[in-house]
């Protein structure tokens, strides 16, 4: 089940870089899909995935940054948006979509050796005309 997690945490208690180690932290836990930080002087720490454990969370900013409380959990809705269908037009004509090009491995030719780098047997070159 997908949600959202806020956790308040003290940012600004003296420690350099707190902001980024508490994102590190968080996108470092199993089912984490984005982090983001929120509030007027971004003291909260929004986390969105699947089954989140927001306790483990909380314990391990307590431990590694300083203050954090566990503010809220809530699901997230995952609405599916209707697809675009294509209508063909008035003149019959349907629309066609045509499928993104994926980069790969480019793939160059290799000339084979050249005809003239044969030797034929019973091949006599002035018998032979050229148009």
């Known amino acids: 089940m997908k949600q959202k997690v806020v956790i308040r945490v003290t940012l600004n ?3 350099k870089n707190a902001r980024a180690k508490a994102m590190q932290i968080a996108v470092g836990l199993q089912g984490v899909e984005s982090v983001s930080l929120q509030g007027e002087d971004s003291s909260q720490i929004v986390v969105v995935g699947d089954d989140i454990d927001s306790v483990n969370l909380t314990s391990l900013l307590r431990k590694k940054v300083g203050f954090a409380e566990l503010t809220s959990v ?14 063909p037009s008035e003149s019959g004509i349907q629309s066609m979509i045509w499928p993104t090009y994926q980069a790969g491995v480019p793939c160059y030719y290799q000339p084979s050796v050249p005809y003239y780098a044969y030797d034929v047997t019973g091949y006599n070159q002035n ?5």
């Open 13 to 15: 208690n003296g420690k």
């Open 127 to 131: 018998s032979c005309t050229i148009m």
């Open 74 to 87: 809530s699901p997230v809705s995952t609405e599916e948006k209707p697809k675009q269908e294509t209508k």
